[in-house]
T-cell receptor, first 111, second 114 residues
């Protein structure tokens, strides 16, 4: 089946840059998504990469390397409100197109 | 207007009971989903429903059954509740089948089984 690996926790300070990595094993990979979830809230979509390269959306960027089965989420100019859990998720043939989520990375931003 | 809405937001019940969680989306999306998030925050797909095609995660017990009266609604019915069913259940939807990495989630329904 599918498997996704991402760090369980990351800590950084306000204004810094943090990178959250995600490696995956799938069959018939379609794409990699990233979601943010604050405590008590719903997951919200951040980005989707189907092709290799970097996608930038404001302070957040997402990168994909299909050949390495690897991606990352880059958060710049960290703010306290960025403290949340971040999930990578894959779509592949085996999941019949459904999104399969990693276990999440809890990001703590300190003053 | 809330795009994906779920009711109830909180549900506390006894083991052995049957309960339902309702979900509605007003986005005109074709595909709806149910995810379960356990205490360790692991988000697990339970079902997806697209144009009357139901895809069931094989690990989901048959005590769980989705019901879709129309394209905008996908309700979750749970029979004979067990302690391990305690979790947050999220409904979600996506446009245009499954050719997207973007899901729109509801606010979640926290189920506690005593």
């Amino acid at each position: 089946g599918q498997s996704l690996e991402q760090p369980s926790e990351v800590t950084a300070v306000e204004g810094a840059i943090v990178q959250i990595n995600c490696t995956y094993q799938t069959s018939g990979f379609y794409g990699l998504s990233w979601y943010q979830q604050h405590d008590g809230g719903a997951p919200t979509f951040l980005s989707y990469n189907a092709l290799d390269g970097l996608e930038e959306t404001g302070r957040f960027s997402s990168f994909l390397s299909r050949s390495d089965s690897y991606g990352y989420l880059l958060l710049q100019e960290l703010q306290m409100k960025d403290s949340a859990s971040y999930f990578c998720a894959v779509r592949d043939w085996r999941s019949q197109g459904n999104l399969i989520f990693g276990k999440g990375t809890k990001l703590s931003v300190k003053p | 207007d809330t795009a994906v809405s779920q009711t109830p937001k909180y549900l506390v019940t006894q083991m052995g009971n049957d309960k339902s969680i309702k979900c509605e989306q007003n986005l005109g999306h074709d595909t709806m989903y149910w995810y379960k998030q356990d205490s360790k925050k692991f988000l697990k797909i339970m079902f997806s429903y697209n144009n009357k095609e139901l895809i069931i995660n094989e690990t989901v017990p048959n005590r769980f059954s989705p019901k879709s009266p129309d394209k905008a609604h996908l309700n979750l019915h749970i029979n004979s509740l067990e302690l391990g069913d305690s979790a947050v259940y999220f409904c979600a939807s996506s446009p245009g089948g499954r050719n997207t990495g973007e899901l729109f989630f509801g606010e979640g329904s926290r189920l506690t089984v005593l």
